[in-house]
């Protein structure tokens, strides 16, 4: 704890310093860190980005038990074999899990709840379990906090809803959220 003038409010044995004569020690070395950072995606999450910009949810296939990755990973995470080609997969899905969250992205409280959950996305003609499936982890919009309580929210079926083509920036919200497919 630090009381006025930075000195501890119980007083420790020794000599306090000012700021400087502290500055004036013998070995004090002053530099300025220059830290730059670029991230890669790497190969196969940035194909995924780069679809997502052309409104297409990219799946990556494994060629040995045929299981479809999203987000695609170099290396099937079931039987071990590098996955091989890309598949576009319709976008549809239905809701896997949904809480009604109160926390924003930045951990703020929010006032009014958002509902997030996984989309398990449909993967027509490949592989998938229990375990095993393509899905993503994003917002959901058109679901109320009670639907969710109830649970008449899993299952349902979403459709992503994309930004405009021209506010698309190659990130996965580039999808708004998912939202109940009307009819
Ligand atoms: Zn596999």
């Given at each position: 704890m630090s009381g006025e003038g930075g000195k501890p409010k119980t007083p420790l044995p020794g000599t306090y310093l000012k700021r400087d004569e502290y500055m004036k020690l013998p070995g004090l070395i002053k530099y300025k860190p220059v830290a730059r950072y670029m991230f890669s995606a790497g190969q196969a999450q940035s194909r995924f980005l780069h679809g997502l910009k052309e409104g297409k949810i990219l799946g990556v296939l494994c060629p040995s038990c045929r299981r479809v990755y999203v987000p695609p990973r170099a290396y099937c995470e079931y039987c071990h074999t590098p996955?091989?080609?890309?598949?576009?997969?319709?976008?549809t899905g239905t809701i896997h899990t949904a809480v009604v969250s109160y926390i924003a992205t930045d951990r703020s409280r929010l006032e009014e709840p958002e509902i997030v959950g996984v989309i398990r996305l449909d993967a027509p003609g490949y592989k998938e379990d229990q375990y095993?499936?393509?899905?993503?982890?994003?917002?959901?919009?058109?679901?109320?906090?009670?639907?969710?309580m109830d649970g008449s929210a899993i299952g349902m079926r979403v459709k992503p809803r994309w930004k405009p083509a021209e506010e698309r920036t190659g990130s996965v919200t580039d999808i708004e959220c998912f939202e109940p497919v009307e009819g």
């Open positions: 996955t091989s080609e890309w598949v576009e997969l319709p976008g095993e499936f393509a899905g993503l982890f994003h917002k959901i919009c058109g679901v109320t906090p009670e639907q969710v």
